[in-house]
């Protein structure tokens, strides 16, 4: 009886009487989402100055919603506003003007979008097969996988990729139009990806398998929900299309491949010398799922083979029709990968394509075939023989309830669960000096310390890693000369030089490493930033050589005379200082220890 009663609990579809069960499963639902998402929000407010590795980039700018005299004129500023969608910098202005500052906004929304897609998710799995459990896996794995990377948690617009998707998927399966015509315009203005890969589905719905062969709808409703939808998605689209950016134009394939900036290792990492595999499948930009986790998410691949056996696995007769949307999607999703390749840059990283929608396919797929197993499972425990061992046939069902905890609780058996990537700024005292300073004082550095300087002092500076993305070739442009200027004044042994750099640039301060003029310095710092560096020839060359041969950098000549900070092992250098008069080419300041040569 028992048996009975948790065979019914995990695997039986639902019938009138079954609304107790489905509350029980979707709030389990909400439960584990808000743990996971709990535990991120924990993450965030861990220390005052705390922010996504990428909302670095895409957030930093939206500072001046707060306060128009913050960044004015600021390349990087002014760069990635011009290449934020609408929607997400609209959502953004808005909270603004309520009073939800944007940095704080970047923290709390993750957990928002996690709920939201649990709750879609679960409507879209139980609408493909209609049992509780499955829908409870469903959103489980899609949460282990979502929270396993920084999508969502970036508060970027590629977190509003799962929401938005599965809303549409949802609103779609329920043949509800307007909510899901507004859930495509909203992929479009927030992360325009999504909203192709919507229009795929739509087109592809059109067509129909039967009896061996293609054949297409006769029903002019699904035209004119397809037209329809179709129309939405090339209005929200629309304004990426007639948005001329003064940052253009976008860099060619042949132009990217001559370029350090894309290669494996580099800022942005696109190409692999001898390595197609890692292209094809792995490339953070060009694979097809550059990010694997977790693992079980893709034994849902194997879910046809089940559905081809119904009579040794009796729950897929319930799965619906409905469930053909997940080919659809994975068409599409294909489609578009393959697109974005034969258009490299016009239509986005490839990946995009296919890593966000893919998730979702194989989180619903799976939870179907994970709880058939287990329903196949309860069917084979009465011994099909009277005077049976009912002990052997108690091991499937031993086995697939291990399996399901096993699910569940994965990423307890993980050290870095969730992986939100969030930044903490180590140097608060920098951020509060500089902070105190008038508001368009411009910072000059190689410093790591430079990528935080944007988002935690909310100063700008002339250049830093994290934003120098080469996609458009102006600004890549500005970004390299600016890179090549810092690196030759920084190690130049003429003073004039240091001068000129900072009056062409208007610096007014100049933040340096402790160590930054000594032999080891380059072989020191953190290596990404070092890459970067290294990228930009010959200036990094002639500056390491220069330092190994024992050449005096005139900058470093002027440490304990003009530092105005020092905390940490950072130093910071006032420009004006360095500026005045009487300080000569032969005049020389007596160095600290490891401030310079």
Not at 384 to 403: D, E, N
Not at 465 to 480: C, D, M, N, V, W
Not at 530 to 549: D, F, H, N, T, V
Request: hydrophobic share 50%; aromatic share 16%; glycine share 6%.
């Amino acid at each position: 009886m028992l048996i009975k009663r948790l065979h019914e609990f995990f695997t039986a579809p639902i019938s009138t009487n079954s609304r107790p069960r489905v509350i029980f499963w979707f709030v389990l639902s909400l439960t584990f989402a808000t743990i996971y998402a709990s535990q991120v929000l924990q993450k965030a407010f861990s220390s005052e100055y705390v922010a996504q590795d990428d909302a670095r980039q895409f957030v930093f700018w939206m500072q001046r919603f707060v306060d128009r005299e913050l960044l004015r004129n600021d390349l990087m500023a002014e760069y990635y506003q011009s290449i934020t969608p609408p929607g997400f910098a609209s959502f953004y202005w808005l909270m603004a003007v309520m009073g939800v500052a944007p940095l704080l906004l970047s923290k709390i929304l993750p957990m928002i979008l996690g709920l939201v897609t649990t709750v879609y998710v679960f409507g879209v799995s139980m609408q493909i097969l209609p049992v509780p459990a499955a829908g409870f896996l469903s959103a489980l794995l899609l949460n282990h996988s979502i929270w396993m990377r920084n999508d969502v948690s970036s508060a970027t617009p590629k977190a509003f990729a799962y929401p938005l998707f599965a809303a549409f998927l949802y609103y779609l399966l329920r043949g509800s139009w307007i909510p899901t015509l507004v859930a495509i315009a909203l992929q479009g203005l927030f992360f325009a990806p999504m909203a192709f890969i919507s229009g795929g589905v739509l087109l592809l719905r059109l067509v129909n398998w039967s009896n061996g062969r293609l054949t297409l709808s006769r029903d002019r409703k699904d035209y004119l929900f397809s037209v329809t939808g179709l129309g939405v998605a090339f209005l929200s689209l629309l304004p990426y299309a007639l948005t001329s950016s003064k940052f253009g134009p976008l860099i060619t394939i042949s132009q990217a491949k001559l370029i350090p900036d894309f290669m494996a290792g580099a800022r942005v990492s696109f190409f692999y010398d001898n390595n197609p595999l890692r292209y094809w499948f792995a490339g953070p930009e060009t694979g097809i799922f550059p990010y694997v986790g977790p693992a079980q998410i893709f034994i849902g691949v194997l879910l046809p083979v089940l559905l081809v056996f119904p009579s040794r696995f009796p729950l897929t007769s319930q799965v619906t029709s409905k469930i053909k949307v997940l080919g659809e999607i994975a068409i599409a999703s294909f489609g578009m990968f393959f697109a974005a390749h034969l258009l490299m840059f016009k239509l986005y990283g490839p990946s995009r394509y296919t890593q966000h929608s893919l998730r979702i396919v194989f989180a619903i797929a799976s939870a179907i075939l994970l709880i058939s197993l287990m329903d196949a499972a309860f069917r084979f425990y009465p011994p099909p023989v009277a005077g049976g061992l009912r002990g052997v046939s108690l091991l499937p069902l031993i086995f697939s309830f291990l399996i399901f905890l096993a699910v569940v609780f994965y990423p307890n058996s993980l050290r870095f669960f969730p992986r939100p990537g969030y930044v903490v700024g180590e140097v608060p005292e920098l951020y509060k000096f500089l902070q105190q300073q008038p508001k368009d004082s411009l910072v000059a550095s190689l410093s790591l310390e430079a990528n935080n300087l944007p988002t935690f002092a909310q100063r700008p500076i002339l250049v830093a890693r994290e934003y120098s993305l080469p996609f458009h070739t102006k600004y890549y442009a500005q970004i390299r000369q600016r890179v090549m200027d810092l690196i030759n004044a920084q190690y130049n042994p003429d003073i004039n030089q240091v001068r000129q750099f900072i009056q062409k640039y208007g610096v007014d301060f100049w933040l340096l490493d402790s160590s930054a003029f000594t032999p080891e310095y380059f072989n020191q710092m953190d290596a990404a930033n070092r890459r970067w560096i290294e990228l930009y020839q010959p200036a990094a060359k002639e500056a390491i050589s220069s330092l190994e041969q024992g050449t005096i950098p005139a900058l470093s000549k002027f440490v304990d005379r003009c530092s105005v900070f020092e905390g940490g092992d950072l130093i910071m250098l006032k420009a004006e200082c360095i500026q005045k008069p009487g300080f000569s080419n032969n005049t020389f300041a007596k160095p600290k220890n490891g401030h310079a040569l």
